[in-house]
């Protein structure tokens, strides 16, 4: 493809995340119509010496995706593409890269499938909640990397390559890979019989959480709570907290269970108590910017690693105010999955943009280091190549297979070629 055949002006060019915290102004922006357009443009700047990065929805707060070559942007390669519905133990959704995981509510239910679980937004991109290994809460449920069971890319040779479950030391490279084995074009995902969801929302002091942890992880197909560690650290996340309601150390507690209901009598739609498709409860809104960063312990030490960033918010750091998120995931096997081979409880905190939230990440990074956390590579961290090779079993095995398809370094940025490279 010639220059001029890429789409894109200089204002296009100029590419900022919705947390405000990374930008970018790419050489070459281009917006591929389908595949064939996607793997000129990937040669194209191969032939000119250029790293190619793609652009999901931009709901990373890492400098995942910014460039100075080319930056892609595939929302013109959206929609569900196939559905296997017929096989109870081989259900499964096929999608274009762009897709976003709300596209997929719809079409799927229609063809009696549901994702299988979902995060707190449904606006990124498949491929982009895919590269970093975005998840929803469940001690039982999958991310959506571990859900990948076939993905179609062109790779840093100018080649579609297709990887399947055939091969699974290629699969499992892929299934968390922060854009670096290639562009993503098709995932096949492994997917769930449609099913409806309750929702209860309750606000339980911390003394509480503790004293039924285990009870809550164990009887709930989905447990997850914020921690608040003052009365206004609700509005920073809109949490709906009614007026009179305590939120200083109290929790906002979400719990949803599978239920079996005729529509549309069955649907509930009452504030704090809802009962609808599984795909209309998961999805909530986040307005306002926040920076997040968000670490994965194993689950057996999930309480003692939450009370220790309780504890250090309280006693170290009483100006920071967003509240503490807590989920679990899945063990998995992606080789560079924060899950990997291990189930976890998830930690986030977030700071306020426009302020010097630093020294506090780096002191919850310092305080969970003794719980060998990993990151979510989607939110803020202070991994180092050392301390990934020490983190993750098979990250030698991930650079070799990285090294396979992309042994130029084309599919890496200034972030990513210290960690992967
Ligand atoms: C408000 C908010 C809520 C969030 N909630 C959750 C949550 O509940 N659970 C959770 O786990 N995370 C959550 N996240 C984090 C988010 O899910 C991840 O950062 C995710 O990667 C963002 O997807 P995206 O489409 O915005 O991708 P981007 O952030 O744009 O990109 C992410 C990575 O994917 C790569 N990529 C995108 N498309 C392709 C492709 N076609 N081929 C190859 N690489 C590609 C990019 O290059 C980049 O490396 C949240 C973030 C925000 C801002």
Same mark, same amino acid.
């Given at each position: 493809m010639s220059s001029h055949a890429l789409p894109g002006s200089d204002t296009d060019r100029i590419w900022t995340n919705w947390g405000g915290n990374q930008t970018c102004t790419a050489a070459v922006f281009?917006?591929?119509?389908?595949?064939?357009?996607?793997?000129? %443009?990937?040669?194209?700047?191969?032939?000119?010496?250029?790293?190619?990065r793609v652009a999901g929805s931009g709901h990373s707060f890492t400098p995942v995706v910014p460039t100075g070559g080319m930056l892609l942007d595939l929302t013109r390669l959206t929609g569900v593409t196939g559905v296997t519905a017929t096989d109870p133990q081989r259900l499964r959704a096929t999608a274009l890269a762009g897709t976003t995981v709300g596209d997929f509510g719809a079409p799927l239910w229609d063809a009696g499938l549901s994702l299988t679980n979902q995060g707190d937004i449904d606006k990124q991109v498949i491929a982009g909640a895919i590269a970093t290994g975005t998840?929803?809460?469940?001690?039982?449920?999958?991310?959506?990397?571990?859900?990948?069971?076939?993905?179609?890319?062109?790779?840093?040779?100018?080649?579609?390559?297709?990887?399947?479950?055939?091969d699974a030391r290629r699969l499992h490279a892929a299934q968390v890979a922060i854009g670096s084995l290639g562009v993503m074009l098709e995932v096949e995902l492994a997917v769930?019989?449609?099913?409806?969801?309750?929702?209860?929302?309750?606000?339980?002091?911390?003394?509480?959480?503790?004293?039924?942890w285990d009870e809550l992880i164990a009887g709930h197909r989905h447990f997850s709570f914020f921690w608040c560690p003052a009365d206004e650290s609700a509005d920073l996340y809109q949490l709906p907290a009614p007026p009179d309601q305590p939120m200083a150390d109290h929790c906002y507690v979400k719990l949803y269970d599978e239920a079996e209901i005729d529509e549309p009598a069955g649907?509930?739609?009452?504030?704090?108590?809802?009962?609808?498709?599984?795909?209309?409860?998961?999805?909530?809104?986040?307005?306002?910017p926040f920076h997040?960063?968000?670490?994965?312990?194993?689950?057996?030490?999930?309480?003692e690693a939450v009370s220790a960033i309780r504890e250090l918010m309280r006693t170290g750091h009483p100006d920071q105010r967003y509240p503490i998120e807590v989920r679990w995931t899945a063990a998995d096997e992606a080789y560079l999955s924060p899950n990997h081979r291990? %189930?976890?409880?998830?930690?986030?905190?977030?700071? %306020?943009?426009?302020?010097?939230?630093?020294?506090?990440?780096?002191?919850?990074?310092?305080?969970?280091?003794?719980?060998?956390?990993?990151?979510?590579?989607?939110?803020?961290?202070?991994?180092?190549?050392?301390?990934?090779?020490?983190?993750?079993?098979?990250?030698?095995?991930?650079?070799?297979?990285?090294r396979e398809f992309d042994p130029n370094g084309t599919f890496l940025n200034d972030h990513l070629r210290p960690l992967l490279g």
């Open positions: 281009a917006r591929p119509r389908d595949e064939t357009e996607v793997l000129a %443009a990937v040669r194209h700047a191969i032939d000119r010496g250029l790293n190619v998840h929803g809460s469940g001690i039982d449920l999958p991310s959506f990397s571990a859900a990948l069971r076939r993905v179609r890319l062109v790779d840093g040779h100018g080649e579609v390559v297709e990887i399947d479950e055939g769930s019989p449609a099913y409806h969801l309750t929702e209860e929302i309750s606000y339980r002091p911390w003394q509480q959480i503790v004293e039924s649907i509930v739609t009452t504030e704090g108590h809802r009962v609808d498709r599984a795909y209309r409860i998961y999805p909530g809104g986040f307005d306002t997040e960063m968000e670490y994965m312990v194993p689950a057996e030490h999930g309480l291990l %189930a976890t409880t998830v930690i986030s905190v977030s700071g %306020a943009p426009g302020t010097d939230y630093w020294p506090f990440l780096r002191a919850v990074d310092e305080r969970l280091r003794e719980f060998r956390a990993r990151p979510h590579w989607g939110k803020l961290h202070f991994m180092t190549r050392d301390r990934m090779a020490e983190l993750f079993d098979e990250f030698d095995t991930f650079l070799d297979v990285r």
